[in-house]
């Protein structure tokens, strides 16, 4: 109870400050990002498995997957309503923050290598197109793969291969080729591609 109290004093006092019309200026993005950074890291490198990193996804992904989580077309456990908590500008402000950082991949990450090798034939057949460079590039506006946390990528691909969320027209064509010829074992194995680029 002392520290619910304690707790809700702190917010109170913050949401004062942020509300202060004194303070003139808007939060810089930085300012912003730190209520991130919780969760996503210090400069949007996550350090857990749920959560995927942010830095140095483009500009233009991070404020089209903002959308998408405040509309509900991507499914998510919290995004949706922290999504719906920011302006236009506010996003565009976080986003152009976090494109900036440096990507660190996921560290330590297990992986088969005899999978990541099939795997990476698999993302240069069917997913290089978009996600360049191996899938560490976020560069045509498609997310890092490279790196990335493992549960997340896991989650986020059965979201999107269930229809629960937003796959680009082209993706879905790809996506759905694939797994006709490979079924599961090749998601397994583009999986283990990613984790395995360090
Ligand atoms: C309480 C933890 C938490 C906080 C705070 C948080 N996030 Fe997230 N974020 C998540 C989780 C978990 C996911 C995965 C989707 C889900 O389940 O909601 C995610 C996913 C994302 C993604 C998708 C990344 C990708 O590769 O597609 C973006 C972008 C994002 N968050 C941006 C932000 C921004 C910007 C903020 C600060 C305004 C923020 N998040 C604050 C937990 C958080
Ligand atoms: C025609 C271009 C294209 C192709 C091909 C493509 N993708 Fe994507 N992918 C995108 C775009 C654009 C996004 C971001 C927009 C969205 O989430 O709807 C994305 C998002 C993703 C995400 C979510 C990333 C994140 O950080 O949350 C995953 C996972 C993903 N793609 C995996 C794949 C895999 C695996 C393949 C190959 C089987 C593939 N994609 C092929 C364009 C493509």
Redesign the pocket.
């Known amino acids: 109870m002392k520290r619910k109290l304690a707790l809700s004093a702190v917010l109170i006092a913050s949401g004062f400050a942020f509300g202060n019309s004194a303070m003139a200026e808007t939060p810089s993005a930085a300012m912003?990002?730190y209520?991130?950074a919780?969760?996503?890291g210090t400069n949007g490198n996550s350090n857990g498995p749920?959560?995927?990193?942010?830095a140095g996804?483009s500009k233009d992904?991070?404020i089209e997957?903002?959308e998408y989580?405040a509309t509900g077309e991507r499914?998510?456990?919290?995004?949706?309503r922290?999504?719906k908590?920011?302006t236009k500008d506010e996003?565009a402000a976080?986003?152009e923050f976090?494109s900036k950082q440096k990507f660190v991949p996921a560290k330590d990450q297990k992986f088969d290598a005899k999978l990541a090798k099939k795997g990476a034939k698999l993302h240069d057949k069917y997913c290089e197109k978009c996600h360049a460079e191996g899938g560490t590039s976020s560069e045509d506006d498609a997310?890092?793969l490279a790196g990335?946390w493992t549960p997340?990528l896991k989650y986020?691909l059965a979201d999107m291969m269930s229809g629960k969320s937003h796959v680009p027209k082209k993706m879905k064509k790809k996506l759905k080729k694939m797994h006709k010829k490979t079924g599961d074992a090749g998601i397994e194995q583009l999986i283990n591609f990613y984790a395995s680029k360090k």
């Open positions: 912003l990002g209520t991130c919780g969760c996503h749920a959560m995927p990193s942010l996804a992904y991070i997957v903002m989580y499914a998510s456990t919290i995004m949706g922290i999504a908590g920011y996003v976080l986003a976090f997310g890092i990335q997340y986020t």
